[in-house]
């Protein structure tokens, strides 16, 4: 095994003690690179390899950025390693299960910018996708070369972030400038994967091109199929020129919040530990007596915006855990409605 290379697609330590013993011997570690219906593009020592998706899931369910050991032949999964982070988010349609994001990623870098999208809920709700997912948050505003407004200068934005949570490491810069974006090289070495969450438009493909990584929008493979014909597939993990990997796709840049308490609660430790105060354990700090929370807005040592977005994230990942259960239920219900369908199709059939 040559960890030399796998470091550069972000092979850590903490990997290498999951390994079984007969690596090596027809079994090799490929990472999940991009998932696309019944394939699976697997990085590994020897760049990019395709593994029908069947043969890739076969150690479970896969997320990119995960970790796996295959066998050389085929890429048939005989391990999952286990993940150190994981970005999902809730159910999309039919689906019961939270969807997988992305597995194994150290760092999020949260984009906003200095003008227009600069956000300060925006950015707890990201703090709080974050923590949940296990990595770690940084804030990088970007366009501060736009901000005009003395009295909002980048400087002044930066302190207002930094507030949010304490130890918080905030940057800002103009994502253009190569020597500027240097700045997050401490996050971007041998072994260590990042992804880019923010809103459209806010730099991030600019960032990504000033960390080396090229054109994010045309760093697609191409390939020729069976009968010769060029195909174009988009990958979504993309190696770092410092050593590190960047994981870039569509479902990370559009993030929704799952059902995530610890995250938030996390997020607002401040909030969290005035309501040890409320006179009842279940206040909901809506207008309830003896509401600690309440009365820390009102006496200003909590902020007007903190609180309300406290309760509005609090709710709306309440909310999209609800309808996880409630599908659930709903299609529990649907199965025995099936069933008895199915029963009474057959009896009938019986009787004739
Ligand atoms: N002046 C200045 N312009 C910037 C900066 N960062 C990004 N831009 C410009 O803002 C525009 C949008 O940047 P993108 O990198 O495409 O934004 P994005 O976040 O990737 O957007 P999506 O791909 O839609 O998610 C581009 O025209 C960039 O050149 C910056 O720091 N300063
Ligand atoms: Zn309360």
């Not at 150690?59 to 295959?70: K, M, N, P, R, T």
């Not at 069933?339 to 059939?349: A, F, I, P, Q, T």
Request: net charge neutral; charged share 25%; glycine share 8%.
């Amino acid at each position: 095994m040559d960890t030399e290379r796998l470091t550069a697609i972000g092979w850590k330590p903490c990997f290498e003690r999951q390994l079984p013993a007969d690596v090596g011997d027809g079994l090799v570690v490929a990472r999940v690179s991009a998932h696309y219906g019944s394939q699976v593009l697997l990085l590994g020592e020897a760049g990019d390899r395709r593994a029908p998706a069947q043969l890739a899931e076969a150690a479970g369910e896969l997320a990119v950025g995960d970790w796996l050991i295959v066998t050389a032949a085929d890429g048939r999964a005989v391990q999952r390693l286990e993940r150190q982070t994981l970005l999902y988010r809730k159910a999309a349609g039919e689906q019961a299960r939270p969807q997988l994001i992305a597995a194994n990623i150290d760092t999020l870098f949260i984009v906003s910018s200095c003008n227009a999208d600069f956000n300060l809920s925006r950015t707890e709700r990201y703090l709080a996708l974050a923590i949940e997912a296990g990595a770690e948050p940084v804030v990088v505003l970007t366009k501060a070369d736009l901000c005009e407004d003395p009295a909002n200068d980048p400087a002044h934005l930066r302190r207002q972030v930094e507030r949010l949570r304490p130890g918080l490491i905030v940057e800002t810069l103009d994502a253009r400038d190569p020597e500027q974006a240097n700045v997050l090289r401490t996050w971007c070495g041998p072994g260590q994967t990042v992804a880019l969450l923010g809103s459209s438009g806010v730099g991030k493909s600019t960032l990504a091109m000033a960390l080396g990584v090229g054109d994010l929008a045309t760093a697609a493979i191409r390939e020729d199929d069976a009968k010769g014909r060029h195909t174009t597939t988009a990958r979504s993990l993309y190696l770092m020129p410092g050593g590190g990997v960047l994981v870039d796709n569509p479902g990370i840049r559009e993030l929704q919040l799952p059902a995530c308490v610890a995250g938030v609660e996390s997020v607002f430790e401040d909030v969290v530990r005035i309501a040890e105060g409320c006179r009842f354990r279940n206040c909901r700090h809506e207008g309830d007596a003896g509401c600690a929370v309440i009365a820390a807005v009102e006496s200003g040592e909590l902020d007007q915006r903190r609180y309300a977005n406290y309760l509005k994230l609090l709710a709306e990942q309440a909310h999209n855990a609800r309808t996880l259960v409630e599908r659930r239920e709903q299609d529990r219900q649907r199965g025995r409605y099936i069933k008895s369908v199915l029963k009474d199709h057959r009896r009938r059939r019986e009787e004739t």
